[in-house]
């Protein structure tokens, strides 16, 4: 059975889940529809189910899944632009990509008659020329009608990935778990960065590049050893001398940041079977 899609918008997740369609098995189209008159530079317009179009050509057919590959923000917009385009064929599905946002958001075009949902993808692109090996073998979730979890669950096959599937009410806490475990890790080594710069002095650059090969391993053991045999560093050895050595020197802000994650530490510390007295002086510390 052929199969039709639409996404909307040509940035990096458009483009990296446009190329994982267009050379998927039983894929008929792949159309970007975009708001540049340009078609954008990327591979996926070089499969002959793909094209670009600058706008939307009209309601979609019979069938076809319609992606809202857009920023949050964009996407009420977005979708009353589609349902403005009128009724689409029969079983039409419409998905937003936000891990955010409730499928509710797409409530106009469900008065259209699509199917709605959302599908978000456990992954980071912030290349659009890499994003569709960073899709591949990831987890999504779905959350939408049970008439577009057949359509969701298609394109994670086409992904190679795995379906897993969440209320509406639990979305502001799933993707907050999506934020520590990317957005907040570049922010951690940003402020790694910041420091080995100032202790060495050299540039933000060179820090960068210093600290790779740990973040490289930190993220190794995790992936060979999960998460609680992977700490290593000074709260899992007890080491309460260096951590006050650290707050000593750090300004406000970093201190505070240093202090709550330490304290995370310290409850997978406790976990692999820290000497209590060392925990609890460490929290002492840690709290003072």
Known sequence: MSRAYWIVGSGRMGLSLGSVLAT????????????????????????????????????????????????????????????????????????HLSGAQPAGILAPLAERGYAIGSLHPLQTVADPQSGAERLRDAFFTFEGDSEARGAAAEIVEAAEGRLLELHAADKPRYHAACVFASNYVVACAAVATRLLAEAVSISQEEAARALQPLWRGA???????????????????????????????????TRELYRQLALRALDLSRQLGLDAAVADAIEAELRA
């Open 24 to 95: 998927s098995e039983g894929t008929s189209e792949v159309l970007l529809v975009g708001r540049r008159e340009r078609a954008p530079e990327h591979s996926v317009l070089r499969q002959p189910v793909a094209r670009y179009t600058h706008g939307f050509p009209g309601p979609p057919a019979r069938g076809t899944r319609v992606l809202l590959a857009v920023p949050d923000g964009a996407i009420t917009e977005v979708a009353a632009g589609v349902a403005a385009l009128g009724a689409p064929g029969e079983r039409c599905v419409a998905l």
């Open 219 to 253: 993220v190794q053991n995790l992936d060979q050893l999960g998460i609680t045999r992977a700490l290593t560093g000074p709260v899992a050895r007890g080491d309460v001398e260096t951590l006050r050595g650290h707050l000593a020197v750090l300004d406000a802000d």
